[in-house]
């Protein structure tokens, strides 16, 4: 399995940026995606997740209203838009990948995602 985040960069206070985490080596549609964030000095934050067995999907109490989170099936892509970003969260941000084994499944920054991009730099700062 492998991940692959793109789309980071430096941006203002205010603006957006959209990352793409492209999978392969998975059955793409029988996993569930996390965005994750390590910003320097602080643990690891879980910030959302998509399911893509039925596209239910979890976020953050931080990033409600500014983030969402969205799967591409055919390209093996989900995609994390972030807008009116803050200088808090600048932050490393990684996805990682977790199967769906039961039914009903509502994914979780909570579990544990056992395979792992290695990260894309978001920094926002004026």
């Known amino acids: 399995v492998q991940l692959v985040e793109s789309g980071g960069g430096l941006v203002q206070p205010g603006g957006s940026l959209r990352l793409s985490c492209t999978a392969s080596?998975?059955?793409?549609?029988?996993?569930?995606i996390g965005w994750f964030r390590q910003a320097p000095g602080k643990e690891r934050e879980g910030v959302a997740c998509?399911?893509?067995?039925?596209?239910?999907?979890y976020y953050v109490d931080s990033v409600k209203g500014r983030f969402t989170v969205s799967s591409d099936i055919a390209r093996n892509t989900v995609y994390l838009q972030m807008n009116s970003l803050k200088p808090q969260d600048t932050a490393v941000y990684y996805c990682?990948?977790?199967?769906?084994?039961?039914?009903?499944?509502?994914?979780?920054?909570?579990?544990?995602?056992?395979?792992w991009g290695q990260g894309t730099q978001v920094t926002v700062s004026s």
């Open positions: 080596g998975l059955t793409f549609d029988a996993y569930a």
């Open positions: 990682a990948a977790v199967a769906i084994l039961i039914d009903g499944y509502s994914c979780s920054v909570g579990d544990e995602y056992p395979h």
């Open positions: 998509i399911s893509n067995m039925d596209k239910g999907t």
